[in-house]
């Protein structure tokens, strides 16, 4: 298998053989050659339907035409300019449309970048030094939110990752999802220096895990009462649930939002923005710096026009329907087994536990891991590639369509027969 050859020569130049951990699973990765709407193919001429679709940003599946397009037209002007553009001025404008909490937007180029300077920006607004993040929740790989909980739900965060320091950590506070009274307690006792609370809004790394509603409602009254800003990390639920993201979805706005993935239709492009009397801090215009090479560059900006044009109700009416037809084949299939098994679904996004109902972070790490390789390595073998890790979400595009469901379907019956 070419894959195979390909992976162990990979590790021999990146470190663990690629450039993202999430990619690599035993025995190995496939290796891709190319990709068109709902599916993907890889080196050794296997065809996949594919429900990873890059980790979200595909909303419209893969090498969606009207995306292609818009980048080749801006490609051949030129691929970086050092200057502004009027095609960024306009992205703004749209991005400022949809999002009705974001006053002013400021374009960077990965997530972890905007949360990244999001919560610097929170800092530098408030004066205060530490945040509130959800044990479980992904900001991206900066060091104030490689964060997990201390001993006791009430102590310093402490680092998660190597070459994290622990003089960051401890201004990292880490409360439980859907938990509001113990993130109450945390923010009062923290409340005369605390500078803000990032929370992505539909957990959506660690599995996937709706939120309470009263959950976000409460985050939205602590932050009011203890003058701190208040994050939504949509760099995945952004423009995935509907045109104003999570904030129109569940009806609760945030101070700052960061926003990717689907924003740049699988080009690197990411956003943060929020009231304009805290955007107006940032560098050249206040003294929060913030800068970036490829920030708002002309192609990546191209994509998100295009992105932003083909947004609209439509689409979410019929991402809607095929993640109900389908989620609700899996609850059929789990129900018949008698499996000890649970699908945590939100419009587009769905994943599969093997364990019983899943609200926390807690009760996702109760799921069987074995159970969930051995239906992981099925579906691929059956052709479906979804994430190799319990801990990742499926998504669903436009480009799937009544065939993607029923081969989805006969695939997910064989695959759960034998956990």
């Known amino acids: 298998m070419r894959s195979k050859t390909l992976f162990e020569e990979a590790k021999r130049h990146i470190p663990g053989g690629v450039n993202s951990p999430v990619r690599a699973f035993e025995p190995n990765p496939f290796f891709v050659k190319e990709a068109k709407g709902a599916r993907i193919y890889d080196v050794d001429g296997k065809e996949y339907i594919d429900y990873v679709m890059g980790y979200g940003p595909l909303l419209f599946g893969h090498a969606n035409e009207r995306i292609i397009n818009r980048v080749k037209e801006a490609v051949e002007r030129g691929t970086l300019y050092g200057a502004p553009t009027e095609e960024e001025v306009e992205l703004a404008r749209r991005i400022k449309k949809f999002y009705p909490s974001i006053e002013m937007v400021r374009l960077v180029n990965s997530g972890t970048e ?51 320091l622990e003089d960051t950590a401890r201004h990292t506070l880490v409360s439980r999802y859907n938990d509001i009274s113990l993130t109450e307690e945390i923010a009062r006792r923290n409340g005369d220096d605390l500078a803000a609370i990032i929370v992505e809004p539909v957990m959506a790394n660690s599995g996937l895990i709706p939120p309470d509603i009263e959950f976000l409602r409460g985050l939205r009254s602590i932050a009011d009462e203890l003058g701190c800003v208040l994050i939504f990390d949509e760099v995945v639920t952004g423009f995935r649930l509907s045109p104003g993201g999570a904030q129109e979805y569940y009806g609760v706005k945030a101070d700052l939002t960061t926003l990717g993935k689907v924003l740049g239709g699988g080009f690197p492009i990411a956003a943060f923005g929020g009231r304009e009397e805290i955007m107006r801090n940032i560098s050249p215009s206040g003294r929060i710096y913030q800068a970036g090479t490829f920030s708002g560059n002309p192609v990546s900006v191209a994509a998100a026009l295009a992105v932003t044009e083909m947004i609209n109700e439509g689409i979410y009416s019929y991402l809607r329907d095929y993640g109900k037809k389908l989620v609700s084949a899996i609850r059929d299939i789990i129900d018949d087994r008698n499996l000890k098994a649970t699908v945590n679904h939100v419009e587009s996004m769905f994943q599969i536990f093997f364990t019983d109902r899943v609200r926390t972070y807690e009760e996702a790490l109760s799921s069987d891991l074995k159970k969930f390789r051995a239906y992981f390595m099925k579906m691929l073998e059956k052709g479906i590639f979804i994430p190799p890790s319990q801990f990742e979400t499926c998504f669903i595009s436009t480009a799937h369509s009544d065939e993607e469901m029923k081969i989805t379907i006969e695939a997910l019956d064989e695959a759960l027969k034998i956990v």
Request: hydrophobic residues 40%; aromatic residues 8%; proline residues 2%.
């Open 114 to 164: 905007a949360t990244m300077h999001a919560i610097r920006l929170a800092r530098g607004f408030t004066g205060r030094r530490k945040i509130i993040k959800f044990e479980g929740c992904f900001h991206g790989s900066h060091d104030s939110v490689l964060v997990k909980a201390g001993s006791g739900a009430l102590t310093f965060g402490i680092p998660s990752s190597s070459g994290v």
